[in-house]
């Protein structure tokens, strides 16, 4: 296991300097530049000419590359568009990605298995089948749309907005109340972010348990005259959860993979927005650490579902 | 001894299975009893909504509006436009006078009361280390160009600045609007990257309070403004990227004022709380035509043209009859648009005599006019992205086609319309619009010197109004330089570089709970309302208020 470790790593990481520059040259070569984003007749050529020289966009790509690397690297890598350091920027953003990422997860896992195990015990029940129509529903309805009805349900109820993290004004709220602002404000964003993902994972969990079940094993174990109860949950489902388990490993990436729909909508500052705006405004520097940031998240979650599966399925080993 | 147990574990996996929806079942109730009792907001504050986050709030880095708009607040200029846009009152120079020359002064006497929010002094000093920050070629300032003239600026004593310019320049003054930076704060500093771009300091009647990234700016009442403590105590602009949303959140009172997209007007003016107001912008959208193209050389063409487009159903269905039909270059409303030049009506009979005069039939039959066996074919294009521009496209497209040109609408990712057809001169015309600063000097965009590498891209040369433009930006006094505008506006009218389109009106909603406070001699406050300047509702903003009664309001 050791040395499919070290070798993993190796691999991997050539793999993100191949990522590195892959997406530098790409990110460059589209049209358009940094500076004067709008055509005004206020700022001559001659004075763009010299900005581009001040953000090194003069120099051959190549250079550019190592430039920027060297700056990630001393810490001495700016926005152009706000002069700010870009690690600041993106610190400052990822944790309510995480933070909003997490709950809708936390929702997903919750209540998504139990969904997946009751609809496999009783199959083709009406309650089943009415989670299989709720399962299509919420993979198909699109999540901005129904972002919009809720927010707009939300306020005509209850009257209190539902924009942004937490409430502009909280200086006369107690401790508590901040909590609760901050939870109401949770609620919304990481519910809809969690129903498409409900969906998919009810459908998958259901799927593997219904698999599990027909197995020769669980017909011995209710032939030994096992409590129906017992031979489902535990021994079927724990068979069942372990493709599922390996999904922890994919998710990593998707934790601060803000979602630039859901944070635009919800007035999220997050990830998402934050490389939705840096892609817009050619905001070299910003677009860069980002899609590098993701990289690594993606390979070391492979990385992480491949040991995992090692670990939970005995049948599988490494060379 | 064995069953126990196995039932005590299936208790145990059943609870973990099915315990984490009830948890959040009563998360949300608990949310939903919260939301219930809210607590009312108390304080004498407004807040604007943002569709962007702030870039620098520092006057002479920031390019977006956001940014522009709170620098404006929290640092002052050396004068600034009056009410109507017309001339100058002083900010941080109390006088100023322009000596006239082939090299003019202009000389600025500065206040003595303005204060840093810091507490230090402001002076002449300031105002010098701010131009010369603008133009230290390491500073990324779009700026520069303005000052470009400038042959010397000079600190005659702390509170004397005196400017020399290479040549008559004019519009050169509007250019001292420019917010002061200080000198004390940012000498030592590398001002591309400064903390103080994200916590400034300046001299302006708010002062700086809190950033919250994505989230909101709060600028708080300055007590030590040189023209009165604000009555505001705070402002707070939120960032709502979302435009539909945003319209939601003025509904439930989450902000106080916003700017107003034509289709939300109706809905808007019958929200019972709120007060539209509208004014027409400073900037014009129209068709250029490519004078490198022979089909445009022609002025009967480009007129006939204008004759072809009813610019009145493109405001009414594509602005919902926000705007106005542009007649020139200028925005209708300001002291140089010429009030004499009529917007070319609507007639296409008289497009069809103009362009039969030009040589230009339909011979074969085909409902598309040609000319030496050649049909009126041209591309219209457009940046995508812009609905407005979008919809206007097809309306044109449909409205030539009546008088027999065929014309491609085409769209574009707006870098690359830039690059590949804008500035490589590449296209037939193009819809676009100006957004223009107050001065009315265009040279930049229509002098013949600009074809090569400047903004008139459309190869646009007229030698009498090339002559025209030059004397406007030589000329100091107003009345003057308004003959001179009003001598270009009737040249361009008359030779239609552009479809003039129209002057889209700028809209925006406040609560009515706003008033303008005015003290009486007597010391009891007179509450009037808002009313909109040629240079903005918020012209007056430190004498907004919300009257006691109503702040308590919940």
């Not at chain 2, 308004?482 to 009737?490: G, L, T």
Request: aromatic residues 12%; charged residues 25%.
């Amino acid at each position: 296991m050791g040395s499919f470790i070290l070798r993993r790593l190796l691999y991997t990481f050539i793999t993100l300097i191949g990522i590195s520059i892959l997406s530098w040259v790409i990110i460059i070569q589209a049209p358009g530049s940094p500076i004067a984003l709008t055509l005004d007749p206020k700022v001559s050529p001659k004075i763009i000419a010299q900005m581009e020289k001040n953000y090194d966009l003069d120099k051959p790509i190549y250079q550019q590359y190592f430039l920027w690397l060297k700056k990630l690297f001393t810490g001495k890598l700016y926005s152009f568009k706000d002069g700010r350091p870009v690690l600041e920027k993106i610190g400052e953003r990822i944790w309510n990605t995480l933070l909003l990422n997490l709950v809708s997860i936390l929702i997903i896992f919750s209540l998504a298995i139990p969904l997946g195990i009751f609809s496999a015990k009783r199959q083709y029940s009406f309650l089943d089948n009415l989670g299989t129509f709720g399962a299509y529903l919420g993979i198909s309805i699109p999540s901005f749309w129904l972002a919009y009805l809720l927010i707009l349900a939300t306020v005509k109820l209850f009257g209190y907005p539902v924009l942004g993290m937490r409430s502009f004004v909280t200086e006369d709220f107690t401790t508590v109340e901040i909590v609760l602002d901050r939870l109401w404000h949770l609620m919304l964003p990481s519910i809809i972010l969690a129903i498409h993902g409900m969906a998919g994972l009810s459908r998958y969990t259901r799927s593997s348990m219904l698999e599990v079940i027909r197995q020769d094993y669980i017909r011995t174990a209710k032939a030994k005259g096992l409590p129906e109860e017992t031979v489902y949950y535990k021994h079927a489902l724990r068979n069942a959860l372990l493709p599922i388990i390996t999904l922890f490993g994919f998710l990593i990436p998707g934790l601060i993979g803000g979602s630039i729909i859901m944070e635009t909508v919800f007035a999220w500052p997050g990830i998402g927005r934050l490389a939705y705006q840096a892609v817009l405004a050619r905001d070299y520097p910003v677009v860069m650490t980002i899609n590098t940031i993701t990289a690594v998240l993606v390979l070391i979650g492979n990385f992480i579902a491949d040991i995992l599966y090692g670990i939970v399925d005995p049948r599988i080993r490494y060379q | 001894m064995k069953v126990p147990s196995e039932r005590k574990d299936l208790l145990r996996i059943k609870t973990i299975l099915f315990i984490s929806p009830i948890l959040f079942l009563i998360l949300l109730g608990i949310n939903i009893v919260f939301v219930g009792s809210r607590p009312p907001q108390k304080v004498n504050q407004l807040v604007i909504s943002s569709i962007g986050d702030a870039s620098f709030l520092n006057p002479i880095l920031a390019q977006d509006s956001a940014s522009s708009e709170i620098n404006g607040l929290v640092f002052n200029g050396l004068i600034k436009y009056d009410r109507d846009l017309q001339g100058f009152v002083g900010e941080l120079a109390e006088s100023w006078k322009v000596e006239e020359g082939p090299e003019p002064v202009i000389t600025f006497f500065l206040r003595k009361d303005a204060l840093w929010h810091d507490g230090k002094g402001f002076t002449a000093h300031d105002v010098k280390f701010t131009y010369d920050k603008i133009m230290d070629e390491k500073t990324n300032t779009v700026r520069r160009s303005s000052y470009e003239l400038v042959k010397k600026a000079e600190v005659l004593d702390p509170y004397t600045f005196r400017v020399t310019y290479k040549q008559p320049f004019s519009p050169g003054l509007e250019s001292w609007g420019i917010g002061i930076i200080p000198k004390h704060l940012l000498e030592k500093e590398d001002i591309n990257t400064t903390s103080f771009n994200r916590r400034p300091i300046g001299t302006g009647p708010f002062r700086f309070l809190e950033w919250v990234t994505d989230e909101k700016i709060v600028v708080e009442a300055n007590p030590r403004y040189f023209n009165g403590k604000p009555h505001l105590d705070r402002i707070i602009y939120r960032i709502i990227p979302e435009a539909a949303l945003n319209e939601m959140e003025i509904l439930t009172r989450g902000i106080d004022y916003s700017g107003v997209f034509p289709f939300e007007f109706r809905r808007m003016s019958q929200v019972p709380f709120l007060k539209t107001y509208s004014q027409p912008g400073l900037g014009y959208t129209y068709i250029g035509y490519n004078f490198k193209n022979d089909l445009f050389q022609d002025k009967r063409v480009r007129l006939a043209f204008t004759h072809a487009i009813n610019r009145k159903e493109i405001v009414q269905y594509v602005l919902y009859g926000l705007g106005e039909v542009a007649t020139g270059p200028f925005p209708n409303h300001l002291w140089y648009a010429n009030p004499h030049v009529k917007p070319i009506p609507y007639d296409p009979q008289k497009a069809r005599r103009l362009l039969a005069e030009a040589g230009w039939k339909d011979t074969d039959g085909d409902g598309i006019l040609d000319r030496e066996g050649k049909p009126f074919r041209f591309n219209l294009i457009t940046n995508s992205g812009n609905d407005t521009r979008r919809d206007v496209g097809v309306l044109v497209q449909r409205q030539l086609h009546e008088i027999g040109i065929d014309v491609k609408f085409e769209l574009y990712e707006w870098s690359v319309f830039l690059k590949n057809f804008i500035n490589a001169r590449h296209f037939d015309a193009c819809i676009l619009g100006w957004g223009l600063s107050v001065d009315p000097d265009a040279y930049e965009i229509w002098h013949s010197s600009q074809i090569e590498k400047g903004f008139n891209f459309i190869s646009y040369k007229n030698l009498e109004t090339d002559r025209l433009w030059e004397e406007g930006r030589r000329e100091y006094d107003v009345e003057k330089r308004k003959q001179i505008y009003w001598r270009i506006h009737e040249l361009m009218a008359e030779d239609q570089p552009y479809t003039f389109l129209y002057v889209p009106l700028g809209i925006s909603g406040l609560q009515k709970k706003f008033v303008l406070v005015e003290e009486s001699p007597s010391d009891q406050k007179i509450y009037k309302p808002i009313k909109m300047e040629t240079a903005g509702l918020m012209y007056d903003l430190i004498k907004w208020t919300v009257p006691k009664e109503i702040v308590w309001e919940k």
